[in-house]
């Protein structure tokens, strides 16, 4: 208990203190997994759409695999993207290995399957005869795509949040393509694990109260969105 | 002058032929009722119509122009949709009235103009700004055929869109709908299964059947001259007995029935098989000791079978083969009809109507 005391008093410590390091490895964990799932949400809402709406014969073994993508381990993620972005891989000559890009990416193929499975759950949801309605009320394809989204709206800010919980909260992939650099790749999550190795509970516990903090924070602002009253 | 023609319509689903259609034309102004038993192909045409289903085969045609060349969304444009469900999207009354004309990039003012003038036309003025999801069936598809009345559409296609009301509101509804109908000069095709919705609203009543469209005439025609067993069933038609036409002359026709014959106005010819159809309304029921009466067919019977039907009395007479009457309750209790009673009914040559088999 003495422990956990410890770590709410530092952790409230750093925050006030503003601490540089905690403050740039919080704001670094918020750009990257705020990119992710914001690179994500233009990957999995074109696709989810296109799995709930469109009808072509292979859909059913893409949807099969978007559910599976859904539960992708990040450390298989992370094994993938380091053979890939290893300076002897596919894409070495990048130079991408240990950068925050490569988080970026790991994070991505880890939330886009997520935000793409819970869009297409969130538009199937809806009445089948919407489509059809919209359609015989002269809307244009694009249009119809937009009015769908509007009445999905809660479900896809649903999506999103899972998609940026997913990552925020990841370590293994950070880990094995960020190597955890001070002052460079270092995020919240890898932090919170170098501390641990070093037996500095109370930093480790103070670090996760901030990812608690940051994850609630940016859930709260979507949750706020989401179920603000359409405008009459 | 022909708003919309269909030509030759095939619809195939799952390697069945599911609608067939050889010719319909739709006449400017005109409402047509297509009524029909479920999966009868009633909706499947109206997709096919509002181009929202593609057919394998044949044309429609849009005042001339085939709707092919003219493109899905200029043809779509031109018409109104109103599903059996209102459908309504989420936000305000007037959103949803709005929805079209925003998707035609109507300038606002114009949209406010417009929508307010339809809303009060329905008699939903006071409800513009309640949200969609609070409101009852009835204001909801008020609401659903103002947006599509708002379009000022050419053609406006409606499935069932009355059904799922309860009695009174369809009825005000139905009024309502009727007279805007007639103000606002747009031909209508309605999709309907009840026939007093078709008899009301229909210039014309299109009756389809396992996926052909069986008869297309004005209403009267239809109830009283169907052109087929089926469509006879359909309408109303309670007593259908096969026969034989044996006599011909000075436009009357004795069928025989093989039990009893039937003297109809009609013209055909002898040894002609047909149905003999004749409607509940049109059987007048005596009892036995009742003397003449200026109705050319008289039968003796035994009823079998009475059941109450709203304030008539179903009574189902066993002549040889049952003919079936509706009689008032009030008759009924005066004559102490019950099951056993022997009777006479008759109908006059004039009620019976000659089907060919």
């Known amino acids: 208990m003495e422990m956990i005391w410890q770590g709410i008093t530092e952790a409230i410590r750093l925050l006030f203190s503003g601490d540089p390091e905690v403050m740039e490895i919080t704001l670094l964990s918020l750009r990257i997994s705020g990119l992710a799932t914001l690179i994500s949400l233009l990957i999995g809402l074109p696709s989810g759409t296109l799995l709930a709406l469109g009808k072509f014969p292979t859909r059913k073994f893409w949807m099969s695999l978007v559910n599976t993508g859904m539960a992708l381990p990040p450390v298989v993620v992370g094994l993938v993207v380091s053979i890939f972005l290893w300076r002897s891989g596919p894409l070495g000559s990048l130079r991408l290995m240990y950068t925050p890009t490569a988080i970026i990416i790991a994070q991505t193929i880890i939330a886009a399957p997520v935000v793409t499975g819970l869009t297409a759950a969130a538009l199937q949801q809806l009445d089948p005869r919407l489509e059809q309605q919209l359609l015989g009320l002269g809307a244009t394809r694009w249009q119809v795509i937009w009015a769908l989204w509007r009445e999905a709206r809660l479900p896809l800010l649903a999506a999103l949040m899972a998609g940026f919980g997913s990552v925020i909260s990841e370590v293994g992939a950070s880990m094995m393509v960020g190597g955890n650099l001070r002052h460079y790749t270092r995020v919240l999550t890898t932090a919170i694990v170098l501390e641990n190795s070093k037996g500095e509970f109370a930093i480790a516990l103070a670090l996760s109260f901030i990812l608690l903090l940051l994850a609630y924070l940016v859930n709260l602002l979507l949750t706020w969105v989401q179920q603000r009253k359409p405008q009459g | ?357």
């Open chain 2, 1 to 357: 002058m022909n708003i919309l023609e269909v030509k030759g319509l095939e619809v195939i689903r799952n390697a069945m032929k599911v609608l067939t259609v050889e010719h319909l034309a739709v006449a400017e102004k005109e409402t047509l009722a297509l009524i029909g038993p479920n999966g009868a192909g009633k909706s499947t045409l109206l997709l096919v119509l509002s181009r929202l289903l593609k057919q394998q085969a044949g044309t429609i045609l849009y005042r001339g122009q085939d709707v092919s060349t003219l493109g899905d969304l200029a043809y779509r444009r031109k018409i109104g949709l109103v599903l059996q469900d209102p459908l309504l999207l989420d936000g305000s009354v007037f959103d949803n009235v709005a929805s079209g004309l925003c998707f035609r990039r109507v300038p606002k003012a114009e949209i406010h103009q417009r929508v307010d003038d339809w809303l009060e036309k329905l008699g939903i003025r006071h409800l513009r700004n309640r949200a969609s999801r609070a409101l009852s069936g009835g204001e909801a598809q008020r609401v659903s055929l103002a947006r599509a009345f708002v379009l000022d559409p050419d053609l406006l296609l409606l499935d069932e869109p009355f059904t799922a009301l309860d009695t009174p509101t369809r009825l005000r509804l139905l009024e309502d709908f009727r007279l805007l109908v007639q103000q606002s000069g747009v031909t209508v095709i309605f999709v309907t299964h009840d026939q007093n919705e078709a008899l009301l609203l229909g210039d014309r009543i299109g009756v389809m059947m396992a996926g052909r469209l069986a008869q297309v005439d004005q209403p009267e025609i239809v109830f009283n001259a169907p052109a087929s067993a089926e469509v006879a069933e359909f309408v109303g038609v309670e007593t259908i007995i096969p026969a034989r036409v044996i006599h011909q002359a000075e436009g009357m026709v004795i069928a025989d029935t093989g039990t009893f014959q039937v003297e109809v106005v009609g013209d055909c010819r002898v040894g002609q098989d047909v149905y003999i159809c004749i409607r509940p309304e049109d059987v007048t029921l005596l009892l036995d000791s009742d003397g003449s009466s200026s109705a050319r067919n008289r039968l003796e019977g035994v009823i079998i079978r009475t059941t109450p039907q709203g304030p008539l009395e179903r009574v189902v007479v066993d002549c040889g083969c049952p003919i079936v009457a509706l009689i008032t309750r009030a008759s009924a209790t005066q004559m102490k009809l019950q099951t056993g009673t022997r009777v006479r009914a008759s109908f006059k040559a004039s009620s019976v109507h000659l089907v060919g088999r």
